[in-house]
């Protein structure tokens, strides 16, 4: 009671401080529009993207002498597309707008008078650099990957190779983004990072997130290396904010899709949406089924007093998810200055894991020989919903903004375990069975106020934030070593995190800059119920983050970050119960682990050529009280895996990308990064630190065959990395999609080919005092999807347009009047 009683008290400190209303008509009722205060003569408008018609930030808007072409004025775009250029004397001027990315676009011949001393434009579109150019129509296609100040934006609906497949699989071809055989994300080395969608918080964690969302319904992924104090500040290297696909336009339109692949592999889903007057209702629906299989081997040896024990594996496993996802959403504008949003989310998903494998253990320099056989089958079906309501309450002045915004979900699993172990041609068969069942719920409820305050050209953010956060595992059955009396696993996780947050952003010279702190108090609450074992860590951190952005000239950039993170561990990472995962491996989690806490610091370069692009990023990430997971040999050939914080854990390296053009049919992006990465930590005793330089290389083509038709074909290639006790292997992997529309672009038919040569392997070695181990593993490959996509009430116009220099032009006289 005393958490909400301190929400609510934040929630009326904002409301009293912020719901007096400037003096003044609605927006768009006077002189005011477009600032704080009414201005005696000047130019005012906004800048929108022309394929999307979202806010371009950060465009520069400059103003010339329409005589001698002298610069007179000049300033940027705010949060929203908006600009004001103040105190303009009489006369003509000519307006060039432009921005990294997009096209230049010049505005002729604009008129400022004692009749019309304030000029009101219409909104003005700017075309996107890349947009290809026929001698008459044109056909405008996105960038796969675009950069912005604070993040870069990966447009799915352009990757052909991610047909049937995930948000992970839409990462796969991701400069800084790894995606392991199990299709785990790690961005920099790193799988400690944030997953938004929309925006918004989810019950799901990082890769699990990732895995389930199919990617017929994202838009884009936005890779977040260095977020901004508003954001919260958990996961190492940032955020994945999932973009899902929505549409605006007026009556009923969407998109339905489906696929289906090789080895029982389907996929499909239904995304509608309706807009009438102030009215807009979306819904959609997505199934999918998919999996991974493959076979492994595995070699071991453990050492205890003079005895070395060995056991060779060979083993084969399967994994099956099936998941239903349905959405429903309701948006209503009562008028210009007020709008309402309700979302809703419920999903229901099915997971089947089996493996089996043939053991022969021996020792030296005894002669003992055993051969085994184990399998193991895991079960488990979980039902999860999310709600969501935000209010938005927008004030005389652009860009001054009240947002309030309120998130539960709630997810309830269960599981069931078999593990049998069988020792062969034994004058005593030994059969071991274990069976366990397992149930977990996770409530999580956020409630947050975003308050934003335009300064002139500058603007201050502020807000606070409360989540509140409560997991209950419960695990009971045939347990490893249960306590006396206490069969059941039963493990209580509380979490309450409470925060507030400013931030100061604007134009400084030729700079501009982003300014945040966050002040965070969080208390986190464990309890393993089998032995009332508790434990209670309250901490409060602040962390800073800063953001620059300078532009050269029309086609250079430069940037920069920093941001602090953190990343609290997970329930099992703090479970103090011993269970066995496997016949030989028992997994411990440790209650004393503190959080990681990392620096990231990060600069990048941007360069647009006619028909390329290049970008250059150096990044340094350190991170303190690094947990790792361990691994110790604990009897003959069994093995215990738990986690520690082993000291610190550093990244240093850069990347670099580019994209050019062979003419109209044909296009390439190419990637290369690196970084050398350490770890310098001990345990028991025992040395931990390892390194290595990491290098990662990319290639992806495109080639047209016409306005209907498209081939990709893309390849990716991993170095050798390491962990604190191991290292793993390089490995290439290779893919292509084909796609073909038909009436009238509506229909769209595609084939997508994953590892089409099946060479694919994943190799992993580790050592410690006590043990050696490595072991391979080779996925089922290829991976074959076909599919079909057709599109409701949407097709797609070609437009005409002209070209001058690059960029378009046109008189203010031509169409560009007031409002």
Known sequence: MKRFFISVLLVFILLNVNAQTPQGGRPGSGPSRGGGMPISSGIVGRVIDAQSNEAVEYANVALFNATDSTLVNGTITNAKGFFMLKNIPNGTYNMRVKFIGYKSHTINKISITDEQPVVRLKALKIEPANIELDAVDVTAKQEEVMFKIDKRVINVSENINTIGGTAVDALENTPGVEVDIDGNVSIRGSSNFKVLIDGKPTAMEGSEALQQIPASSIKEIEIITNPSAKYDPDGLT??????????????????VSASVGNDDRYD???????????????????YRQGGRGGNSESYYETYRNDTTFYRDEEGERGHTRISHNFKAGIDYDFNDANLLSFNAQYRLNERERGNESFYEQYTDPESIFVESYTEGENKDEGSSYELSGVYIHKFDEKDHELRLMATFSSNDDTESAYTLKDTLGTTTDIVEETLTETTENHNHGTFQADYELPLGSNKLEAGFKSSLRAIDYNQTGDILNPIP???????????????????????????????????????????????????????????PTLHFSYELNETNKLMAGYSRRVHRP???????????????????????????????????????FKQSFFNATVFYRQTDNNIGRIQKAINDNMVLLTFENINKETSLGAEFSGRHKFGKWLSANLSYSFFRYTIDGETSGEDLSNESVNHKVRGNANVRFGPNSNLQMFGMYYSPSVTSQGERDG???????????????KLTLSLRVRNPFGNFKWRFTSEGSTFKNEFVRRPDFPVVYVGVTYRINEGFKQRRMERENGGTSQDFSEGMTVD
């Open 238 to 255: 940032g955020i994945l904010n999932i973009v899902m696909k929505k549409n605006i336009k007026g009556g009923l339109n969407g998109l």
């Open 731 to 745: 490995f290439f992997f290779t893919g292509f999609g084909y796609k073909h529309l038909l009436l009238d672009r």
């Open 570 to 608: 997970r329930t099992f990472f703090l479970n103090p119960y011993e269970e066995r995962s496997d016949a030989f491996t028992i997994r411990k989690g440790n209650p004393d682990l503190d959080p990681e806490y990392a620096h990231s610091l990060e600069m990048n370069y941007l360069k647009y």
């Open 268 to 286: 499909g889903s239904v995304n509608l949406n309706y807009r009438k007057n102030k009215l807009n209702l979306i819904g959609g629906y997505s």
């Open 485 to 543: 009396g206490s069969p059941s696993n039963e493990f209580v996780y509380q979490e309450d995190i409470h925060a507030l947050y400013a931030m100061f952003s604007g134009p400084l010279g030729g700079v501009e800059y982003q300014l945040g702190l966050r002040g965070e108090y969080s208390r986190v609450f464990t309890e393993q119920k089998a032995n009332d074992d508790s434990n209670t860590k309250e901490i409060f951190t602040v962390y």
